[in-house]
């Protein structure tokens, strides 16, 4: 039931840009999006509804295809900061149990 | 700002015991939730709670149960602990409303020996 992350993990370089992809094998309500860095707890990035709503990180994007359950996070012009394993989590109906992908690791280098 | 508390960072039990994980949220939200995260395996829902003394089992629920009395107050039950549960455990919460976002606590690193 968990959603498929990719790729695992990530290695870029300062400034490159990344996409991380979620997809689902069932109908999604929402997909979020949240970065964990190590020792620290999950922090929320980004949520995306049906229907096109979404709310989240100012410098960060993240898109939402609906008919195919995927999701993709787009990170561009990556920064130190954004060094971290981000989950994504989904949700198939509204106020729903949040069930998370095994997450991809993404580690930025100078 | 809004807290979620969890009772201890660090816990080490003995395989048998009853141990207790509680977390607290400070922010009145209606659903709480307990996961477990281990190396490559992500976070891996545990029981999900959607209102004071209702629950859902997650995807991974055996050996577990769970307790909400109060709606700030979710706690997470191990009946007999295992060595196999030795893992971080990490508790959340979020508002009902169709597009709020889940606020998770700091973990408990909890060890059975």
């Known amino acids: 039931q968990q959603p498929v992350q990719s790729p695992q993990a990530v290695i870029l370089r300062e400034g490159e840009d990344a996409v991380i992809n979620c997809s689902s094998s069932?109908?999604?309500?929402?997909v979020h999006w949240y970065r964990q860095k190590h020792g620290e707890a999950p922090v929320f990035l980004m949520i995306?509804?049906?229907?096109?709503e979404q709310k989240g990180h100012e410098k960060i994007s993240a898109s939402f295809n609906e008919k195919k359950q995927q999701s993709s996070l787009y990170l561009t012009a990556s920064q130190l900061s954004y060094s971290g394993t981000y989950f994504c989590?989904?949700?198939?109906?509204?106020?729903?149990?949040?069930?998370f992908g095994k997450g991809t690791r993404l580690h930025i280098l100078p | 700002d809004v807290k979620v508390t969890q009772s201890s960072r660090y816990l080490v039990k003995r395989t048998g015991e009853k141990v207790f994980l509680e977390c607290v949220q400070d922010?009145?939200?209606?659903?709480m939730f307990w996961y477990r995260q281990d190396p490559g395996l992500g976070l891996r829902l545990i029981y999900f709670?959607?209102?004071?003394?209702?629950?859902e089992k997650g995807d991974i629920p055996e050996g577990y149960s769970v307790s909400r009395e109060k709606k700030e107050r979710f706690s997470l039950i191990l009946e007999s602990a295992s060595t196999s549960q030795t893992s971080m455990y990490l508790c959340a919460s979020s508002q009902t409303g169709g597009y709020t976002e889940a606020f998770f606590g700091q973990g408990t690193r909890l060890t059975v020996v």
């Open positions: 989590g989904t949700e198939l109906r509204r106020d729903d149990k949040i069930i």
């Open positions: 709670s959607y209102d004071v003394k209702m629950k």
């Open positions: 922010m009145d939200h209606e659903n």
């Open positions: 995306l509804l049906k229907g096109g």
């Open positions: 069932k109908a999604l309500y929402s």
